[in-house]
């Protein structure tokens, strides 16, 4: 059995969860499980038989960890109906490594359209859409799973209530998703994160401590690091304390499929397309223009104006001439 | 009638999933009844009714409230299904971490939320590890890489289960846990059925109303700590 718990650490921590005493020994894990005492089980809450069930499920999804995710090439939204029972007609094919943004006002059916995403809806969602993987009809595992959860999502709130380390807590994310080398994989995102905050941060700050803009750093390298999701949802990425376009690359060319609601004119510009939402609907798709991206050249200068302005204040300095800056 | 049995930690947030169920299930036209269990007081009953549902109430007082549930939940099934529901609900706080209300052969939903830490689900037992379904709530309030771990943490200690991630206040997901309802356990009497785990003893002294403290006034099922 000490054999069995150096190679596989995962069984005693899935044992001792049970509150089950685990003391490495000659014995084989099969006679462990025969000897266990049926009182102190009671006492614990669980039947030998609903352990040993609980034993095997847990070993399947940690192999199913293990296994190389499905990969998926193309995520195709067959449109449903809007609020009013338009149809949507339309078919949108997304591919990895591109950035589409989702924009329209509060309560026209963003979230909706997110949600059947993530459901991998087929028709059995209120705006009857429909999701294909690789042009076919997913298998029901993207649904229930926690191995292939297809949409990995990086809300706007982001407080962490968990009291670790920066290192610590990427180590415990690493550990949880069974990573080959999470030494390594841990520095590769505490060094990228810190290659997107604004202000750097050490391994040992707690994450309570992160600011907005160091959290937000820290989640998204998390995220294109560790993350097996091929999709990556993001909602909105404030514009402090984070170089939002590295952000968005590094996404990029770990090939996930971006999707993106905001309504900020330089991230919106920074994606392929624009998926607008009216009335529960797609209403219409709008392709980034040439003469667009024109115009996102100024509008970037006008936001590292912006952003420099920000620093003054932020240093104690005054805007009383802000000519030349 | 479907019937399923839902618990989880106090204020994890069963009332407001169950609330954001019943609207779904209302949506397609469904008959639903709600069993609220609690201890001292409740006025969940009270948002129930607000959302036409037939609801009951049942307050265990003085009693253990797991307990008080085994010994009413047959005839809230009979009033459910007597009364026309096509989807009877029973919510019941799991008070003590030993205690489950889950049924053999009936959906079992516990509710546990990202809040709780991730040192929460290893000390919650059948209630969460004899579930059928684990709904993790108020995943809006923490990040992603949180959520993945809380759940792996789920997963460990209930790995047959499926566990989804719903927001009682959005609503996010509960559409989806609504179409899991619809494969819940269809009964139309409780006759027969067992807990899926026994229940806590007491059966000592104190059950019986005793307060002093000291070993002369301890009678009955009394166990002792290793010091």
Known sequence: MSDILVDHPYIEDFLTSFGLIVKPGADSLQSYLDNLDPDKLEDLGISEEQLRQSFDDFLEGMLAISDPMDKVEALTVIGGHDKSGSAEGIELTLKPGEVICIVGPTGSGKSRLLADIEWVAQGDTPTKRKILINGQVPDNKWRFSTEYKLVAQLSQNMNFVMDLSAEEFIRMHAESRLVTDPQKKVAQILQQANELAGERFDPDTPVTSLSGGQSRALMIADMAILSKSPIALIDEIENAGIDRKKALDLLVKEEKIILMATHDPILALMGDRRLVIKNGGIDKIIESSEAERKNLVSLEKLDTKLLALRNRIRTGDTLENIEGV | ?227
């Not at chain 2, 009413?72 to 003590?96: D, F, K, M, P, R």
Request: proline residues 4%.
């Open chain 2, 1 to 227: 009638m479907r019937f399923l049995t839902i618990s989880g930690p106090p204020s994890s947030g069963k009332t407001s999933v169950i609330l954001r169920v019943i609207e779904a299930l209302q949506a397609r036209g469904k008959k639903i009844g709600v069993v609220k269990f609690d201890c001292l007081l409740t006025d969940d009953d009270k948002l129930y009714a607000k959302k036409g549902v037939l609801v009951q109430k049942g307050l265990s007082g003085a009693l253990c409230p797991d307990h008080y549930f085994v010994s009413n939940i047959e005839s809230c099934v009979t009033w459910g299904h007597e009364n026309g529901c096509e989807y009877l609900i029973s919510e019941s706080a799991g008070l003590c971490n030993r205690c489950s209300p889950h049924i053999k052969e009936i959906t079992a939903v516990c509710v546990i939320d990202n809040l709780s830490g991730i040192g929460t689900p290893k000390k919650i037992g059948p209630m969460l590890k004899s579930a059928d379904i684990v709904i993790i709530t108020k995943g809006d309030i923490v990040s992603q890489a949180e959520r993945e771990v809380f759940a792996s943490r789920v997963k460990q200690v209930n790995p047959g289960a499926i566990i989804m991630n719903v927001n009682g206040i959005t609503g996010q997901g509960a559409f989806e846990l609504t179409s899991l309802f619809e494969e819940a356990s269809d009964i139309e009497t409780l006759k027969g059925k067992e807990l899926r785990f026994s229940m806590p003893a007491a059966l000592c002294s104190y059950c019986l109303g005793e307060t002093r403290i000291g070993e002369e006034h301890q009678t009955g099922n009394i166990r002792k700590m290793d010091l």
